[in-house]
């Protein structure tokens, strides 16, 4: 059976400017635990990496947070966290605008992270998943984008939660899958041009 949300603790780590899934069963972050939730996607994205590079893992991460916007258009915190990861992984913003873009919003994230998920609040979950993206640590960011893209659909789906969180995990492992047969739908050379537009606007 997959986690869900009542078998985590989250904290927002001022250090890190992370909101920390801690297991309640161990008391250790989802992030160390063996044979965690999101192993088998994490092999697959760090298998990614070594055959294309660290660049297409954060287009990875910024299309995990973007399955959060499947029910409403995202909030312009969302937006800024989740255009400012894409130009990061497109080459047109150094790593250090996304701990700015991020900093910006920690009062934000405290809230998602202590009040929102526990409330299974998805606009919680879909912050914290544009938090994920722009991590400045790829690696952290394809874990947390991921993590949060499946508190998401938990939120979304009360009377089916199980279901909803197996087929986002289909949809993480097979865009993985494709980008590694060179086939993703997130990859950095075919939306290298393209802008989104603003939903402010």
Request: include cysteine; glycine fraction near 4%; proline fraction near 6%.
């Amino acid at each position: 059976m997959n986690k869900r949300i009542a078998d985590y603790y989250y904290i927002f780590d001022g250090r890190s400017g992370r909101s920390v899934a801690v297991e309640r069963s161990s008391g250790k972050p989802a992030s160390v635990i063996p044979n965690k939730e999101l192993d088998d996607e994490m092999k697959l994205a760090r298998y990614l990496e070594s055959e294309q590079s660290s660049h297409v893992l954060r287009a990875f991460a910024c299309w995990c947070a973007r399955q959060t916007w499947q029910e409403e258009a995202p909030s312009q915190r969302c937006y800024s966290l989740w255009n400012t990861a894409r130009a990061v992984c497109t080459r047109r913003a150094p790593v250090s605008a996304l701990r700015e873009v991020r900093a910006a919003s920690d009062n934000e994230a405290v809230a998602a992270s202590t009040i929102g998920l526990p409330r299974r609040s998805p606009e919680a979950a879909q912050l914290l998943a544009a938090r994920g993206c722009a991590d400045p640590d790829v690696h952290t960011a394809v874990h947390d984008a991921m993590h949060m893209s499946l508190r998401w659909a938990e939120c979304v789906a009360p009377s089916d939660p199980e279901t909803a969180i197996r087929m986002m995990r289909t949809r993480h492992r097979n865009a993985l899958l494709d980008a590694i047969n060179g086939d993703a739908p997130f990859t950095t050379k075919k939306h290298r041009e393209r802008s989104d537009p603003d939903p402010g606007v």
